[in-house]
């Protein structure tokens, strides 16, 4: 256990100012580890190795560039520390409208007696990733871990007492781009280009948004808009998305997309107040020549098959590592716990990271099962790759998102293919959200086939 830190905060005493002119007295506050109050984080995307070029010659990746980035990969985020005892704290982590607990159980924090330094950890365990730091007066230096991907550490740092995200400049914005736009993502080497809507809140340099795609939403956005550039970023612990845009002179966007260190993409916008996407229910079918039908285990290698449960049902077609798949259960959990849904069942089929015979694949099941509180069955699937998961399903003509649901009646015919999930981000949440209602009140007045069961929730 680390010894005790003075934290000093300046107050005056009325007396002491009569005595002493203008001096302070500092009123030492202690604290266990970090000092309370707002950081500032920020991932650093890209590698940076400094190249020699001693004459100032243009750098061959450099030229021509119609938006050349600000922030060279720098992701901020700012997040608070908050004390629930003299020893315990947890974190609040900011992205727009949204605050993300990381609670005091999820930290650690000790002292590496070799390096003399102390040290610190933060887990996001849902997603399987952590925060691995030393801090030393108001600095948090460290790395970001995603335990899924081979080797995939991206350095980080926090700093206290800044609460800005990108700048604490106030450049006089060239336009506000509050409102909707049509956007194309140019896709990498490995997909073709696809399309997204905007939708951003711009106030003075302040900006909020997001982006919608056919396979989900990119969640809660923050940013600013300075001069002729905008930037985003959100930062949940699996989520780590950058974006950098230039305001054309035509009023057009053009710029980059970060996902991590793994992706990057350039993208345009043009203001579209009618931009639409494919209906997520016309973008997977059912096949006509292969019933629906499965036997996946659950985390504890029991198998369950489609025939042994009874009623009406929602399959969920979900990775544990995926926010917007944790967004749906979220959503699922809310409605259930409100509405009158007589003998509905709801399946959740993973498809995991590591696959299908893996023990972490399990874990992470039964993790996401206690922290979200997951009362129905869920079971492992397969891989996270969509030819995996279409040949674990060969009646669904392509899985293109996680999420995916199937509403399926009580004669296990599927009524209705929902793909991706527009989140509590996006405008189109509550849509969502009556034509689900709709879905399922048809299901629940389907005519019965039998007796009405359920398998038994673990």
Known sequence: MPALRPFVAPACSALLLVLLGTACVFVQQRYQFLPPGPYRGVLELEYNPIVPNPKGAPIPEKVNLEFDEVTQGQ??????????????????????????????????????QQAGRDTLRIDFPVYDTHISAYHEENVIEGVWVVHYRDNYVIPFKAYFGKDFRFTPLQKEPAADVTGTWAVTFAGDATEDPYPGVAEFKQEGNHLTGTFRTETGDYRYLEGT????????????????????????????????????RHYITDWTATRDDTAELTDPDALTRLRDDV???????????????????????????????????????????????????????????????????????????????????????????????????????????QVISYPTMLFVDRDNQVRRIHTGFNGPATSKYGEFVESFDRSVQELLSSAPAGPAGGVESR
Not at 234 to 253: P, Q
Request: net charge negative.
């Open 75 to 112: 992701l901020p985020f700012t997040f608070d520390v908050v004390y629930d005892s003299d020893t315990a704290f947890h974190l609040v982590i900011h992205n727009g409208e949204e605050s993300i607990l990381v609670p005091a159980e999820n930290i650690t924090a000790g002292r590496d």
């Open 225 to 260: 808009v300075q001069g002729h550039k905008l930037y985003l970023s959100v930062f949940d612990g699996s989520h780590a998305f950058l974006f950098e845009a230039l305001i054309k002179d035509d009023g057009s966007l053009t710029g980059t997309f970060r996902s991590g």
């Open 291 to 397: 019933p629906l039908a499965f036997a996946f285990p659950t985390a504890e290698g029991d198998t369950v098959r489609l025939s042994d449960i009874k009623g009406p049902k929602l399959i969920q077609l979900f990775g544990t590592w995926c926010p917007n798949c944790r967004d749906e259960t979220n959503f699922l959990q809310e409605y259930l716990a409100t509405h009158d849904t007589e003998d509905l069942q709801v399946i959740a089929l993973a498809f995991e990271r590591y696959g299908a015979d893996d023990d972490r694949s399990r874990a992470a099941i039964r993790r996401y099962r206690e922290n979200q509180g997951v009362d129905w069955p869920i079971l492992l699937a397969g891989s996270n790759d969509k030819n995996e998961a279409g040949r674990a399903l060969p009646m669904l003509s």
